[in-house]
């Protein structure tokens, strides 16, 4: 009796099975400090945590965002942590200011771009012609550096951060498209090279249509990054795969002829989509327009129309749609200069919402905060962790929490 009693209490919840592990864990809130306490528990445990798979288990429910300002005097820019939060029944939103991601605390440096965000993790570029790239996640105050190899002369010089997923294996790949020049009076030539985090080099690819300008706020689907092309007439989206490393074309909404440049990419339930430039008499008006089966031109549907109905804006410049709430209302960027709400039921903006103090444009990015290590992710880089946070006077961390 006693031998089969000691064997009873021998057994423990990390004696569980892994499969029956990861979906209690997974039910566990990200917001809840119970999740980081767990990962102490034992490896297999933090393992677990930190696997890419289990992040998007723990997908959060509030959608979130970057916002980097960029004020008209010269001034510190603030990285602030945003969250999208939509009230009692759907009837309004809030977008929540969190905390700062402090410079050298949280992000290896202060000078530096806003590149994108996949999967939790941040890219961010550095340096006079951006040649210095930062991997980081926030959450563990974690980053690795590369350097990019710099042909000169060149421009164009720009990055997106992508996930590779093939038969369960989870790479993260940096794309870098450049222009080079043979000389000054000739054209310049699109390159491109892909970084392979864990291989800790730059391999050379298939070349571009076109080079990455800027990448909208979130343009990452079906394991494809998009952007608009550099050209006066714009005749397709391009895109890149990061699983199979080649370059393509997308087709443009078929109303669209291709004289306006004021088109902005997004993504509504995991469908690529565009906002559109549409002008009916002398009223400006821009159609978001969304690609239903992907890669498909005639599965291109208008789901909705954005009028110019603000009265104290002036008249409309450009929307970049950021955000696709449950309600069916879109928050959007202003002309780069301040976050509103539109009411695809009211066709019209219906809230103005302002998270920085200074006065001049935003750049906003797509960002979930995850419990992915790069420790794990990034195998063979060399992961550097930033300093510890400091204490304040009540003994408590001030560390950067995107949860609360």
């Keep these: 009796m006693d031998h089969r009693r000691k064997r009873v209490t021998k057994n423990e919840i990390t004696d569980l099975p892994v499969c029956l592990l990861e979906e209690i864990l997974s039910r566990l809130p990200m917001r809840s400090p119970a999740l980081g306490q767990c990962r102490l528990v034992c490896k297999t445990w933090l393992h677990l945590i930190s696997e890419t798979y289990f992040s998007k288990l723990q997908f959060e429910s509030h959608p979130r965002m970057l916002v980097r300002t960029l004020p008209e005097t010269y001034r510190s820019r603030e990285i602030i942590s945003a969250r999208i939060a939509e009230g009692v029944n759907g009837r309004t939103f809030q977008v929540e200011r969190s905390k700062k991601l402090v410079p050298e605390r949280e992000l290896p440096t202060a000078n530096f771009d806003l590149v994108n965000s996949c999967h939790g993790l941040l890219c961010i570029s550095e340096g006079k012609y951006r040649n210095v790239i930062h991997v980081c996640n926030p959450v563990f105050r974690e980053h690795i550096t590369i350097k990019v190899n710099r042909p000169l002369p060149f421009y164009l010089n720009s990055f997106g951060l992508g996930l ?162 449950s309600t069916g209302e879109i928050l959007v960027s202003f002309n780069g200069e301040f976050l509103a709400c539109y009411n695809t039921k009211m066709k019209k903006l219906v809230k103005k919402s302002t998270i920085t103090q200074t006065k001049g444009g935003i750049h906003a990015i797509a960002y979930n905060p995850s419990l992915v290590s790069l420790n794990v992710v990034a195998r063979g880089e060399k992961v550097r962790a930033l300093p510890e946070p400091k204490k304040n006077k009540g003994g408590v961390e001030e560390s950067f929490n995107p949860y609360i």
């Excluded at 009076?185 to 291989?199: D, V, W």
């Excluded at 509504?268 to 400006?284: A, F, T, W």
């Design 164 to 325: 590779s997923i093939t038969n369960d294996k989870y790479e993260y790949k940096v794309l870098r498209t450049f222009c080079l020049k043979t000389n000054r009076s000739a054209p310049g030539y699109p390159r491109a090279e892909i970084y392979t985090i864990g291989t800790k080099r730059w391999r050379r690819i298939g070349n571009p249509h076109s080079c990455i300008e800027k990448l909208d706020f979130n343009t990452y689907v079906h394991g494809y990054i998009h952007w608009i092309p550099d050209q006066k007439l714009l005749q397709f989206i391009c895109s890149f795969n990061f699983g199979k490393e080649q370059f393509g074309q997308l087709p443009l909404p078929p109303t669209y002829d291709g004289n306006d440049v004021r088109v902005k990419l997004g993504v509504l339930k995991d469908c690529l989509c565009v906002s559109v430039p549409e002008k009916v008499g002398s009223v400006d008006k821009f159609g978001i327009w969304v690609m239903k089966k992907y890669g498909v031109k005639q599965s291109w549907i208008q789901q909705y129309v954005i009028e110019n109905l603000y009265p104290d804006v002036g008249r409309l410049k450009f929307y970049e749609p950021l955000i696709f709430l």
